[in-house]
C-alpha cells in the first residue's frame, strides 16, 4: 500500500469510529483501496481504539448567517482545460493581486472546491482549481465518490506533482506578472507539501490545510512562505505537526503553524459534518492576511 492509499485508508477508518460512517460503507471503500476483508476489519478495529484523539468542544460552533466565510463576494467559476488536458476550474479576479493554484481533497473537483477558488478569486486572487482525475477522465466521470477516491490513491506522486506544476503554468499565462501561492485541503493538502518538496520555485506562498507531510521530506528546495493549518482535534494528521514544523524550519522558509482550537479534520469543508463555521472564519481571514503579506 502507497502513502496516499494508506492515508486514505486512514481517513475513512476514521470516518467510521467517528459515526460518520456505516461499518459496510467503510469495508465496501477500503475494498475499493483494494483492503483484504481482514485487513479492512483490522483496520477498523485499530482507529476504533484509538484514544488519541482530544475530547470535542462541549457546544457546537453556529453556522455563519453570512454563509461560509468569502461566499458573499465569490466569483462564477468555468470550467476549462489547458495543458495536455488537464481539467480544472477557472475563477478570475476582477483586478488580480496574484494567482493561487487550488487542490481538493480525496473526492476530487468537487462543487465545494469550486465555490473555494471563487471566494479566493473573489478576494483577489484568480483561482484555478485543479482536477488531478483529468487522466481518469474528470472526477464528474465518477457518479461513485468512493470510486473516484480510490482511483486517486491509485495515482503516482509524480503524475501529481507533474499536474501541480502544470496548474502553475497555467496560472502564470493566465496572470502574468504575479505572485503564485497554493492551497489545498485534506489530500490536497499533503500534495502541497509535496510540491513543496519537490523544489517548485514559482511558488511565494503556500497553505496546506490539516494535510499529511510526506515521510522524509525536504522543503530546501523550495521558496515559499507557508502557512500550515490544522485543527485541534485532528490528531491522525496532527501527528506529522512537529516534522512538518521542522521541515520548514531547517529549510530556513518563512512559516506559521496555526491550529484551529476545537476543530476537526476537514474543518473548513461547509459541506461535511466537521464544519466548524467560526474556525473556517478565522483561518480564512488568516490566509488572506498571509497572502497578502506573501503573496
Same mark, same amino acid.
Given at each position: 500500500?502507497?502513502?496516499?492509499?494508506?492515508?486514505?485508508a486512514?481517513?475513512?477508518?476514521?470516518?467510521?469510529?467517528?459515526? @460518520?460512517? &456505516?461499518?459496510?460503507?467503510?469495508?465496501?471503500?477500503l475494498?475499493? +483501496?483494494?483492503?483484504?476483508?481482514?485487513?479492512?476489519?483490522t483496520?477498523?478495529?485499530?482507529?476504533?481504539?484509538?484514544?488519541?484523539? *482530544?475530547?470535542?468542544?462541549?457546544?457546537?460552533?453556529?453556522?455563519? &448567517?453570512? #454563509?461560509?466565510? %468569502?461566499?458573499?463576494e465569490?466569483?462564477?467559476?468555468?470550467?476549462?482545460?489547458?495543458?495536455? #488536458?488537464?481539467? %480544472?476550474?477557472?475563477?478570475?479576479?476582477?483586478? *488580480?493581486?496574484?494567482? @493561487?493554484?487550488?487542490?481538493?481533497?480525496?473526492?476530487?473537483l468537487?462543487?465545494?472546491?469550486?465555490?473555494?477558488?471563487?471566494?479566493?478569486?473573489?478576494?483577489?486572487?484568480?483561482? +484555478?482549481?485543479?482536477?488531478?482525475?483529468?487522466?481518469?477522465?474528470?472526477?464528474?466521470k465518477?457518479?461513485?465518490?468512493?470510486?473516484?477516491?480510490?482511483?486517486?490513491? $491509485?495515482?503516482p &506522486?509524480?503524475?501529481?506533482?507533474?499536474?501541480?506544476?502544470? %496548474?502553475?503554468?497555467? @496560472?502564470?499565462?493566465?496572470?502574468?506578472? $504575479? $505572485?503564485v501561492?497554493?492551497?489545498?485541503?485534506?489530500?490536497?493538502?499533503?500534495?502541497?507539501?509535496?510540491?513543496?518538496?519537490?523544489?517548485?520555485?514559482?511558488?511565494?506562498?503556500?497553505?496546506?490545510?490539516?494535510? *499529511?507531510?510526506?515521510?522524509?521530506?525536504?522543503?530546501?528546495?523550495?521558496?515559499?512562505?507557508? @502557512?500550515?493549518?490544522? %485543527?485541534e482535534?485532528?490528531?491522525?494528521?496532527?501527528?506529522?505537526?512537529?516534522?512538518?514544523?521542522?521541515?520548514?524550519?531547517?529549510?530556513?522558509l *518563512?512559516?506559521?503553524i496555526?491550529?484551529?482550537?476545537?476543530?476537526?479534520?476537514?474543518?473548513?469543508?461547509?459541506?461535511? &459534518?466537521?464544519?466548524?463555521?467560526?474556525?473556517?472564519?478565522?483561518?480564512?481571514?488568516?490566509?488572506?492576511?498571509?497572502?497578502?503579506?506573501?503573496?
Open positions: 500500500m502507497t502513502p496516499l492509499q494508506r492515508y486514505v486512514e481517513e475513512i477508518a476514521t470516518d467510521h469510529a467517528d459515526g @460518520l460512517m &456505516p461499518r459496510r460503507e467503510a469495508l465496501r471503500r475494498g475499493l +483501496l483494494g483492503l483484504s476483508a481482514a485487513a479492512a476489519t483496520l477498523l478495529a485499530a482507529c476504533a481504539s484509538d484514544d488519541d484523539k *482530544p475530547a470535542a468542544a462541549s457546544t457546537t460552533p453556529s453556522a455563519n &448567517p453570512s #454563509g461560509p466565510p %468569502g461566499m458573499d465569490a466569483v462564477s467559476t468555468e470550467a476549462i482545460t489547458f495543458g495536455s #488536458g488537464l481539467q %480544472g476550474a477557472w475563477a478570475a479576479a476582477a483586478d *488580480p493581486k496574484g494567482s @493561487l493554484l487550488v487542490i481538493h481533497e480525496n473526492k476530487g468537487t462543487d465545494h472546491i469550486r465555490t473555494v477558488a471563487g471566494r479566493f478569486a473573489g478576494a483577489g486572487y484568480s483561482a +484555478l482549481a485543479i482536477d488531478l482525475l483529468s487522466e481518469e477522465g474528470g472526477t464528474a465518477f457518479t461513485d465518490p468512493a470510486e473516484a477516491t480510490a482511483a486517486l490513491a $491509485k495515482v &506522486p509524480a503524475r501529481f506533482v507533474a499536474d501541480m506544476k502544470a %496548474g502553475i503554468d497555467e @496560472l502564470q499565462r493566465r496572470v502574468p506578472d $504575479k $505572485k501561492a497554493a492551497i489545498g485541503f485534506c489530500m490536497g493538502g499533503g500534495l502541497v507539501w509535496q510540491l513543496l518538496a519537490a523544489g517548485e520555485p514559482r511558488l511565494a506562498a503556500a497553505s496546506p490545510f490539516y494535510g *499529511p507531510l510526506p515521510e522524509g521530506a525536504d522543503l530546501a528546495g523550495s521558496k515559499a512562505a507557508v @502557512l500550515a493549518v490544522y %485543527g482535534l485532528d490528531a491522525r494528521v496532527n501527528a506529522s505537526r512537529d516534522a512538518a514544523t521542522a521541515a520548514l524550519e531547517k529549510a530556513g *518563512p512559516h506559521e496555526v491550529t484551529e482550537q476545537g476543530a476537526d479534520h476537514a474543518f473548513f469543508n461547509d459541506t461535511g &459534518p466537521r464544519y466548524n463555521a467560526t474556525a473556517a472564519a478565522d483561518v480564512y481571514a488568516k490566509v488572506l492576511d498571509w497572502f497578502g503579506r506573501y503573496a
